[in-house]
């Protein structure tokens, strides 16, 4: 008998628990990323820098701060991937396989083009159902009172945020920057698991690794880590960016961004003060963030994956 397949509630919640055990490792340099990509914003000249590069930020906050500034924003981070992965990774392959019978194709194929709109699609999914969290994650991430950059927000905790953005701008304040986090989200997603799956499909029919081996999976996961930050690192400024931007309250009372009206306008104002150069800030917190996340929540998705579906075997085997 064959190990029966998961549910999307299954694969829901085992990509999310491989998210949170990532998260805990990579949310410092997540930190570090979104402090660098505040610092100097919208400077057309050379601004006073306050971190010198990803390895001061780490050296300051450390600090002043301590382990508690280094993971500034973990626990909205944890709920967050639940929300994120567990859609990213329990959706794509319902996406992708969908997709392939809507075009007449076996399901069991792996197409570029399926499969890349099932990565976006699934990323846009967790993107909005955890776009209030992502707000408040990056606003606690930016605070520091030793070290400040960018817009200041000093919530003391999670609930905290929740209530003070309620109280400012309602219900709409929780999906502040809600496109620049589907854009961001979509082009991650769009080549994350594709490039993944392609490499260790690769890897397994060429017979240069088994399929069952943890090493083809830090294998294609390093690949796809490398992916997702040339594909998301402008838009992943923007989002930092958008989310953190003061805000303003117009004559009718709407509360809107005081320096971005879009994500398209974060953009284009960044390139016009600070060049490409600052599309790419942090990018190399941001690749100390993302290789190690998408190795381990990649890795221990496949890992978590196979151990329930080896107990569902059992489980199946014995009631039969």
């Not at 998301?232 to 509360?255: E, H, S």
Request: with cysteine; proline share 5%.
């Amino acid at each position: 008998m064959s190990a029966p397949s998961l549910s999307t509630a299954e694969g829901f919640v085992c990509g999310g628990i491989a998210a949170c055990i990532a998260v805990t490792v990579s949310n410092p340099p997540e930190v570090a990323k979104t402090r660098l990509q505040l610092q100097g914003e919208l400077a057309k000249t050379n601004a006073t820098k306050v971190y010198n590069n990803v390895l001061d930020v780490f050296k300051k906050t450390f600090k002043h701060e301590g382990i508690r500034g280094m993971q500034r924003g973990l626990a909205p981070a944890y709920a967050y991937q639940i929300l994120l992965n567990g859609s990213r990774l329990g959706f794509y392959e319902p996406f992708r396989r969908s997709l392939n019978k809507l075009f007449n194709q076996p399901i069991e194929n792996h197409i570029p083009f399926t499969s890349v709109a099932a990565g976006a699609s699934s990323g846009a999914v967790g993107a909005a159902l955890g776009n209030p969290l992502f707000l408040i994650k990056a606003r606690m991430q930016a605070y520091s009172p030793a070290f400040p950059v960018g817009a200041q927000r000093h919530y003391k905790s999670s609930l905290d945020a929740l209530l003070t953005i309620f109280r400012a701008e309602g219900l709409r304040g929780y999906y502040r920057g809600v496109d620049a986090a589907i854009l961001r989200t979509s082009m991650g997603s769009s080549v994350q698991l594709p490039s993944y799956n392609f490499t260790k499909n690769l890897l397994i029919s060429n017979g240069i690794m088994r399929a069952d081996s943890t090493w083809t999976f830090l294998a294609s996961s390093s690949v796809s880590g490398m992916c997702v930050l040339l594909v998301m690192q402008p838009a992943d400024t923007t989002l930092t960016r958008v989310y953190n931007q003061p805000t303003t309250k117009l004559p009718d009372g709407k509360v809107v961004g005081a320096l971005y009206r879009s994500p398209i306008d974060c953009l284009w104002k960044t390139f016009k003060a600070e060049g490409i150069y600052g599309w790419y800030k942090g990018s190399t917190a941001h690749f100390l963030r993302i290789a190690p996340h998408t190795i381990i929540t990649l890795t221990a998705n496949d890992l978590i994956v196979n151990l329930y579906k080896k107990a569902k075997h059992s489980r199946a085997d014995a009631d039969a």
